[in-house]
């Protein structure tokens, strides 16, 4: 079989050489104003973490810490979204009702008892997205007292999801200061920085 590559050619590194810095970020910061997908987690850079939902909440909770995420997409055989199972889910009140209503114990507790389903998730469109700011973001999942928003896009006929917000983490580089365990606290200040506290 002939060879059909051939070397590229290398040059010394020069010692002044710099390192390219993302255009959006000021010493890790960004603005109201800087355009929404700068805060995106994009998925098609970034591999989305799932897990099934028939994994123990140990497994979830393991999962998260080792992959260093705070959302995971929970799929079927067919690496279909049916639901998400958060950080805040595994803490929350969520396994304590499941487990008192149906007197088990906490091991005994799936993904797939206490995730939110696909049914009670909204999604923003990524064509929107893309003409949008952080503030824009910011308002809607603080009118939406949502913690995470998911980002769509059609593609080859289907529907993908494209990416995702955190309010955690636009909130860290918009400067604010937030305990993330309390979900209140992110959202006031959220407020508080879009001058928009009602």
Do not use: W
């Amino acid at each position: 079989m002939p060879c059909n590559y051939e070397e590229l050619e290398v040059k010394p590194l020069k010692t002044a050489a710099t390192l390219c810095q993302p255009e959006f970020l000021h010493d890790g910061r960004v603005a109201l104003e800087d355009p929404a997908t700068t805060v995106m987690t994009d998925l098609t850079a970034v591999a989305a973490v799932t897990i099934s939902p028939s994994s123990s909440l140990n497994e979830a909770t393991e999962k998260m810490i080792n992959m260093n995420v705070k959302l995971l997409f929970v799929t079927d055989a067919n690496n279909r979204i049916i639901g998400l199972l958060t950080y805040s889910d595994l803490q929350g009140e969520r396994p304590i009702q499941f487990q008192q209503m149906n007197g088990i114990s906490r091991s005994e507790i799936l993904a797939l008892d206490i995730m939110t389903g696909v049914d009670q998730i909204d999604a923003l469109n990524f064509s929107v997205v893309k003409k949008a700011k952080i503030g824009d973001i910011a308002m809607t999942m603080k009118k939406l007292h949502r913690q995470h928003a998911l980002v769509v896009e059609e593609h080859q006929g289907t529907r993908r999801v494209r990416g995702l917000f955190s309010t955690t983490h636009i909130s860290k580089l918009l400067g604010v200061q937030i305990d993330t365990f309390e979900v209140a606290t992110t959202f006031a200040d959220l407020g508080r920085i879009l001058g928009c506290n009602q």
